[in-house]
């Protein structure tokens, strides 16, 4: 041990009696420095007016500034990864080809010295000169905590980590081909070939599963991705120890070839049986069942939340997921071969992370429904042409074999994905039961809402079902008309539809049909025409029996639902609110969502909103536009907790009687005509009290157009509205607090400051020992 240490200290003097290590010193801390002060002096520059003029800021704020400082597009962290190897192979070139150089070899092969031991000495000087690489960028980190508010140093400690294994592993490769030859520039060149071979084997042959995990596990691209945000995991760090490994055992057996004579195919075993070796422990190591992770972020962005850890657990047996790739369906891409090994990283990784057992299968088809649909476009594209020929030449163009996809008709014997318009989908099976899991756009994949609603329905539980009654001219769930519910209710194509995040939706014609037990929430939308007096029984008794119902009407029809309205105690009042303004309808009132509906969203804005609340920031930018609406009243004795959702603003609206002509003058009003006043006029109404020992759920609005179609941006407000009919079950919380590290204390005086000590003094201070030491060298 002691020789190898001595071997590390004359290593160590080596390089630094060297201009090239101080030189690469020097040049590392101009570039951190450059990438720290600029983002910290940008970020002081663009916070100081709100800072200075708003003391409430920190509630306004909520992305990371560490995230921004360190490790954004600008960022220190982001751009030292980035560029590092640009600076391993100057440092690496000269160690061993120095000595071949010199003729030094010859007395090391002489010594009775261990070849191991030599080799273990030179990278250990490696290594610490890297450490010395990391405490320059720590030193950037330890100033952060003086510049941000509770700084996330979780993810910049991973970084830390990942940038070191980075480094050594650089270095072990850049080490190894220095003693391949005597020309240092060549050792330097074949390094950079290597680390481009390493960044981009990942892409190659992605398509043969013999060797697309293997080429997978072997490139060094997108390492340090998760690790930068703060996730570690074992198989990233393992890889980076595989590869130091393999170098050193490389450089090891390139050396001690020099000592001995050995036939080329035994030396070219011996290579072999170090990469075998060393692949086979990496990549049995980064199995998933052998993987383990660590979030050391502050908010644990990076794991799944504790609602979605219980339902993936929850699965006591085998989860089989079949992904089937339509060749001429929309997302084809994403599902092709060469993209599986990132399908099941960027999709599957973060549940695989709590049941490492997943079955994955693929299904690889062609097919397009030529009676219309979202499918049948593709004829238009390819006029005169058979679905054959279409996959033949898509075929081409995305450089697969036509022949690995299953004709229609054998497809269609197996499944048949029709309903599911043929695109890229998922079917996940669990036991007795299926369920299809849906991809959005060009192939995007589903997010961690979409997944906990399928594994939902797989572990049976109850799944909230929403029945629209039908038959008196309501809003329509299927058809797409700007007036109608489809697109935040049963779209398949809308990732926040209600159809997609764990709910049921279904037509009743209670003329025909009783509701169901399994029915948890009548929808009456805008009904147009008088109920039948059985309807209406049964509606009624639905009521008494404690169900959860919606009901939203329109201006001018409120006496279609006063029978069931007078048992909730609730009454719409007559006229139409009116609120003119230069930039809007008059009969458009804008209104404000109160608190009680701000705790019921889990989405922006209500999010901001809420906080500002908490912290008595008074903030109304949480609205919804109701274009013609009616306010409603409510009796305290009906029995019913009334809570108001959505009202008008404060004096703002009045209510108009008779009627109203909307493209003539502005109304003016008159409280002759019947026209009446209130501070405020609620809109939306949510009812509650306890029936049969559960708590029965009503919401009644006095507009039916502000969740139609037209309004596609107020589909948070109808999932916020369904979350709580359905008691919470229903979308699964994957909602992430906000980040505490939201303000920056750095102002624009000391970021100058910072500047110029970090970009002048410290290079120079590191130039000036650098050349006392050369010259102290030199004159001795």
């Known amino acids: 041990m002691k020789t190898t240490i001595q071997i590390t200290k004359n290593e160590l003097r080596n390089m630094f009696y060297s201009p090239i290590a101080w030189f690469l010193l020097i040049i590392f801390t101009l570039m951190c420095a450059y990438f720290y002060t600029g983002a910290g002096y940008m970020w002081a520059k663009m916070t100081q007016v709100p800072y200075a003029n708003d003391p409430n800021f920190k509630w306004r704020a909520t992305g990371s500034v560490t995230s921004a400082i360190y490790l954004g597009p600008d960022g220190i962290l982001t751009n030292v990864l980035q560029t590092i190897y640009l600076f391993v192979p100057l440092l690496t070139m000269g160690v061993i080809s120095r000595e071949i150089n010199a003729g030094t070899i010859k ?130 760090v393992l890889y980076y120890l595989v590869i130091i490994c393999m170098f050193i055992g490389f450089t090891w057996l390139r050396l001690q070839g020099g000592r001995e004579k050995r036939p080329w195919y035994i030396r070219a075993a011996r290579y072999a049986a170090v990469m075998a070796v ?24 990076n794991t799944i939340r504790p609602a979605s850890q219980e339902l993936i657990k929850a699965l006591d047996g085998p989860l089989e997921v079949t992904l089937y790739t339509n060749l001429i369906g929309a997302g084809a891409s994403a599902g092709l071969p060469s993209r599986r090994n990132a399908y099941l990283e960027y999709c599957w990784d973060r549940y695989r992370r709590f ?36 996959a033949r030449e898509v075929a081409k163009t995305l450089q697969v074999d036509v022949k690995d996809f299953k004709t229609p008709e054998t497809m269609r014997k197996e499944i048949d994905l029709r309903p599911e318009a043929l695109r890229l989908v998922m079917r996940l099976r669990y036991k007795d039961r299926s369920v299809f899991l849906r991809t959005y756009g060009g192939g995007d994949w589903p997010g961690t809402v979409h997944v906990d609603a399928a594994l939902t329905r797989l572990l049976g539980r109850p799944i909230p079902k929403f029945a629209f009654v039908t038959g008196h001219l309501e809003r329509s769930l299927y058809k797409t ?123 922006e804005p209500a999010r ?33 907790a009334a809570v108001t959702l959505l009202s008008s603003p404060p004096g703002s609206a009045w209510s108009k009687a008779g009627a109203f002509v909307a493209d003539s003058v502005t109304p003016v009003f008159s409280a002759a ?56 079950r229903m979308p699964v919380d994957d909602v992430y607090p906000y980040a505490d590290d939201n303000m920056l204390v750095l102002r624009t005086k000391r970021a100058i400051v910072q500047k110029i000590a970090y970009t002048w003094v410290l290079p120079g201070l590191l130039a000036l020992l650098g050349t006392v030491l050369l010259i102290r060298r030199k004159r001795k």
């Open 278 to 301: 060393c692949l086979a422990v990496g990549y049995v190591g980064s199995m998933p069942r052998f993987s383990r992770y660590k979030d050391v972020s502050a908010q644990q962005v």
């Open 481 to 603: 008309g700007e007036r109608e519910y489809s697109f935040n209710t049963i779209t398949a194509g809308n990732p926040s539809a209600l159809v997609n995040i764990g709910f049921d939706l279904d037509t009743i014609d209670l003329a025909r049909q009783d509701i169901g037990p399994d029915v948890s929430t009548v929808v009456l939308a805008d009904p147009k025409m008088d109920l039948r007096p059985s309807e209406m029984e049964k509606l009624q008794r639905f009521i008494d029996g404690g169900g959860n119902m919606m009901l939203v009407s329109e201006p001018g029809k409120s006496h279609i639902l006063d029978p069931l309205l007078r048992k909730t105690g609730v009454r719409m009042l007559p006229g139409k609110l009116m609120q003119p303004s230069e930039r809007h309808a008059p009969d458009l009132v804008v209104t404000y969502l109160n608190m009680p509906f701000l705790e019921m969203l889990n989405e």
């Open 107 to 236: 007395l090391l092969y002489s010594s009775p010295v261990k070849i191991s031991r030599i080799v273990l000495g030179k990278y250990l000087a490696l290594m610490l000169y890297n450490l010395l690489l990391v405490v320059i960028v720590g030193i950037f980190i330890v100033n952060g905590f003086f510049d941000i508010l509770s700084l996330d140093y979780g993810p910049l400690l991973s970084t830390l980590l990942a940038f070191y294994l980075l480094l050594c592993a650089l270095t072990a490769v850049g080490f190894y081909m220095s003693s391949l030859t005597t020309y240092p520039i060549v050792a330097a060149i074949a390094s950079f070939t290597v680390f481009f071979v390493l960044f981009n084997i990942g892409r190659v042959w992605q398509e043969y599963d013999f060797v697309r995990d293997l080429t997978w596990f072997m490139s060094i691209a997108g390492r340090t991705e998760k690790m930068v945000f703060g996730l570690i995991i074992s198989r990233d």
């Open 355 to 390: 049941k490492w057992d997943i079955d994955f299968k693929y299904e690889y088809y062609y097919d397009a429904d030529s009676t219309g649909g979202i499918s049948g476009t593709i004829f238009n594209d390819f006029k005169g042409k058979s679905m054959e020929q279409i």
């Open 608 to 640: 901001m909103v809420r906080r500002l609340w908490a912290h008595g920031v008074r903030d109304d930018s949480a609205q919804a536009d109701m274009p013609g609406v009616m306010g409603l009243a409510h009796t305290p004795d009906s029995g019913f």
């Open 673 to 728: 005509e019947g026209d009446f006043r209130q501070t405020e006029f609620p809109t939306c109404l949510r009812l509650s009290r306890k029936v049969n020992g559960k708590e029965q759920r009503i919401i009644i609005a006095g507009d039916a157009d502000f969740l139609g179609n037209r309004r596609m941006p107020t589909g948070w407000l109808l999932r916020g509205m369904a979350s709580w009919l359905s008691n919470g």
